[in-house]
């Protein structure tokens, strides 16, 4: 981040890897926010982060690194879930309005972020938990948009930015169908069990999956990671809605996780240069030294 933060001056980052891994000691494990949020804090820079399998393990839970997240950054609109929203270890449920000029009555844009749990319970009885966004997440979408438009009008005016950090299981059929010139980027990893939500394949991530389609407009991409050597999109024709591999969790894990020779570390970046929500953001990959690659616009003309 202190490499890449300088060069490409954002405004707001998204934080979508696993943050860290609960196998580290108890005593330590919700100072290490502290250091994962510095960069961010000393750049003055809004952010949002959403949390991984990873970050619900024997001595962590999403719930304590959002609170302690919070608790160190003044500029972190990470936020919790309200009260049967969510599932067990799926508080990182929210959105995060933003708007063209600081005065406007209603945002062009709005980045939403669904907890996708997985992992484990905390001590002292671990068990495994569900490995998808639990379904009372899709109420919380509907009564969430129709309070929207109540508020600033249909969904249509503005665009919107989806983020899970597992993919929904519907990414599994995609792979198959990838061209190298018309989905650019790392495709390293095959999709298997445990590379998508609802592992089992029993239908559990559903509805989310149709919620979100269905009450959300203008969805320029819904982005995830957890599979950490793909970076490509590609449209999801049932849906009609462009998905993508952040692939930041690949760029970073050479400090921590698998890794291969000439995956990079970097970023995925997204640039929007028109407030109409139908016009599509740029977005491509930007590694640690400066190279980019995989760039295409998100917007309705991309593959069909």
């Not at 005065?103 to 907890?115: K, N, S, T």
């Not at 600033?152 to 929904?168: C, E, N, T, Y």
């Amino acid at each position: 981040m202190r490499a890449v933060l300088p060069d490409e001056r954002p405004d707001y980052v998204f934080a979508s890897p696993t943050i860290l891994c609960g196998y580290t000691f108890k005593e330590n494990a919700t100072t290490l926010i502290d250091e994962i949020v510095a960069p961010l804090n000393s750049a003055k820079i809004p952010f949002s982060s959403s949390h991984g399998n990873h970050d619900n393990q024997a001595n962590i839970t999403h719930l304590e690194e959002i609170m302690r997240e919070q608790q160190v950054s003044p500029l972190s609109y990470t936020r919790i879930a309200p009260p049967g929203v969510g599932g067990e270890g799926g508080p990182g449920n929210y959105w995060v309005p933003v708007y063209r000029n600081s005065a406007d009555r209603a945002p062009v844009l709005i980045l939403w972020f669904f907890d996708s749990r997985g992992g484990v319970s905390p001590n002292p009885n671990p068990t495994a938990l569900p490995d998808w966004v639990d379904a009372s997440v899709s109420d919380w979408i509907k009564s969430e948009t129709e309070a929207m438009e109540a508020e600033w009008g249909p969904m249509s005016d503005r665009g919107a930015l989806a983020f899970v950090h597992i993919p929904p299981h519907v990414v599994s059929t995609l792979q198959a169908k990838l061209d190298p010139t018309r989905n650019p980027g790392l495709n390293a990893n095959s999709l298997g069990s445990g590379s998508v939500q609802d592992s089992s394949s029993t239908g559990q991530d559903g509805p989310f999956w149709d919620a979100l389609n269905l009450h959300v407009k203008n969805i320029h991409a819904v982005i995830s990671g957890h599979v950490h050597g793909n970076e490509w999109c590609i449209r999801e024709q049932v849906k009609d809605v462009i998905f993508c591999f952040d692939n930041i969790l690949a760029k970073f894990n050479r400090y921590g996780g698998y890794d291969d020779d000439g995956w990079g570390h970097g970023v995925r970046n997204i640039q929007f240069s028109s407030p109409n929500p139908q016009a599509g953001p740029e977005t491509w990959i930007r590694l640690e030294d400066g190279e980019t690659r995989a760039r295409i616009t998100l917007n309705q003309q991309y593959k069909r």
